[in-house]
């Protein structure tokens, strides 16, 4: 099968064969066995010559435990960057080639890892390709067109959004465009908050930039430097695009949207950003993050290597705690066309920071984080024919819920006036682009999560994940999948019409969020 480029997911159980689980329990009680005491190291010379690598050290036993395990974390040649007391996560740098073997002897250390592969100094995003940016003829073409068509109540370039329909967004809209006390966090590769398409639903106390693993609320610090992705910003609009006669429609076109900036300039979402962005999110009030990336430098993390095991166990964390303090959290599941409930999958891709190699994993044991993490939804994209889209990934008992992420239009070609299968999105600078992926995906779901807590803004989480498995709309296996009609399938559904490895519980519907 043509393949467009590449990279990326749970909640309550309703419907038979619903992924989502809730877990909302953090911090480990056991004790440890075989355990340095707490605020020592064994006696033998800290090594401060190797490569200065980023870690995480996830501690048990409550905040006094975290106290101690700094002190046996400076013992080891290790210096804490920051410490999030509150689900015992501490973020260390070290030149200690031995520090992660060493703090793992700690009493009170549940487990401590590497972030990376490669010193401190690509792209996880789950988009396909390049954008394709419009440019201003077409914008005006596009905008002359729309006002002789004189379509009421839409913006000039929504009739080339196909994916609003598709999810019924534009009927949604005319009961509602959503409430400005609820709040969408783009935990991504930078917000450009000055687009005037963005500008209106922007939540700057909301907004931060967690890159270095502890938050720089600098203004405008949560915005994409020159030259770094534009994947954040197309993200934001997806989701809150005003309607405000410019431009594109977001989904909830009437609720904030903040931004909180976790990938490098070179792309890389490490663990200890991803931490902080979490952590950032559940205690400044957001109701819905969005996870459009995979946690680098390991597509998936393997729980019988000690250093993945942490990553897991840090994010883990991070997704609960801010499951707890009120949020959904939703995450795309991949652009590989894997199957993720398989019994094992070639990784090709990993370490992605140094040189990766072929590696052959079991989905069920080695997570995509944080999109395979209990409680995460992940959702599946499918394209303009409202079939899978060719790259998307799938899986029973994994994916949750579908919604338009685009497909090549050779593929997936939509009906007029729209005119590329693709996803139309604001970019940074005023611009205006098409992308496609999972990550155009999991927006659309995080925009009618939104929605939800618009019409019940007191559902918790677990209620507003069960609303969203409810109402989507049933979707049955195509038979057979065959997207570039070369006379092979190209992936195989199990499951039935309310419940599948393709489609989850359904497509997203985002006209039966707003009806009370």
């Not at 909301?206 to 502890?214: E, I, L, P």
């Not at 819905?288 to 964390?317: G, I, M």
Request: aromatic share 6%; net charge negative.
């Amino acid at each position: 099968m043509a393949h467009l480029g590449s990279r990326q997911r749970r909640a309550l159980a309703l419907p038979a064969g619903l992924a989502l689980t809730v877990s909302l329990g953090f911090l480990p009680t056991g004790t440890a066995t075989a355990a340095t005491a707490a605020g020592s190291v064994p006696a033998a010379a800290v090594a401060t010559d190797g490569p200065k690598l980023s870690y995480v050290v996830n501690t048990r036993g409550g905040r006094s435990t975290v106290s101690s395990v700094k002190k046996a974390i400076a013992e080891a040649g290790g210096t804490v960057v920051t410490s999030y007391d509150q689900i015992g996560v501490i973020v260390v740098t070290s030149q200690n080639p031995e520090f992660a073997k060493t703090v793992r002897k700690v009493k009170g250390v549940d487990s401590a890892g590497a972030t990376r592969t490669a010193p401190l100094s690509a792209q996880s995003t789950t988009d396909i390709g390049a954008p394709k940016v419009l440019s201003a003829e077409e914008v005006a073409a596009a905008t002359a067109k729309a006002k002789a068509n004189k379509a009421a109540d839409q913006d000039p370039l929504e009739p080339l959004q196909w994916d609003l329909p598709a999810i019924k967004a534009d009927k949604a809209h005319e009961k509602t465009l959503g409430s400005r006390n609820v709040t969408v966090a783009v935990i991504d590769t930078g917000v450009d908050d000055t687009h005037p398409d963005i500008a209106p639903n922007f939540d700057r106390a909301a907004s931060v930039n967690c890159v270095g693993g502890k938050p720089d609320t600098t203004e405008g610090a949560w915005r994409p430097g020159t030259g770094e992705s534009p994947h954040g910003t197309h993200v934001a609009g997806e989701i809150a695009a005003a309607k405000n006669g410019i431009g594109v429609t977001g989904v909830a076109p009437g609720v904030k949207v903040s931004g909180i900036k976790v990938s490098t300039p070179a792309g890389f979402f490490y663990t200890e950003a991803v931490v902080c962005g979490f952590v950032w999110a559940a205690e400044h009030g957001v109701d819905v993050t969005n996870n459009s990336y995979y946690t680098d430098p390991w597509y998936f993390n393997c729980k019988n290597d000690p250093d993945q095991k942490a990553l897991v166990e840090a994010v883990s964390r991070a997704t609960r705690y801010a499951e707890k303090k009120g949020a959904v959290n939703v995450a795309a599941a991949g652009n590989e066309n894997y199957d993720l409930a398989s019994d094992s999958i070639t990784d090709p891709s990993s370490p992605n920071d140094t040189t990766p190699g072929d590696r052959v994993i079991d989905p069920s044991e080695c997570l995509d984080i944080p999109t395979q993490l209990p409680g995460v939804v992940t959702v599946a994209s499918t394209g303009a024919k409202g079939l899978k889209s060719s790259f998307s990934n799938y899986g029973l008992g994994v994916i949750d819920i579908a919604a338009p992420g685009g497909d090549s239009t050779r593929y997936q070609t939509p009906a007029p006036p729209a005119v590329s299968g693709l996803i139309l999105g604001p970019l940074p600078g005023g611009n205006y682009g098409y992308m496609a992926g999972t990550s155009m995906a999991s927006p659309h779901v995080a925009g009618v999560a939104a929605l939800l807590k618009s019409t019940h803004p007191h559902a918790s989480p677990q209620a507003i994940k069960a609303l969203l498995s409810v109402q989507a709309d049933d979707t049955a296996c195509p038979a057979p999948y065959d997207i570039d009609g070369d006379g092979e399938a190209d992936a195989v559904c199990e499951g039935g019409k309310g419940y599948n490895s393709f489609y989850g519980a359904g497509i997203v519907d985002a006209l039966a969020a707003v009806r009370k």
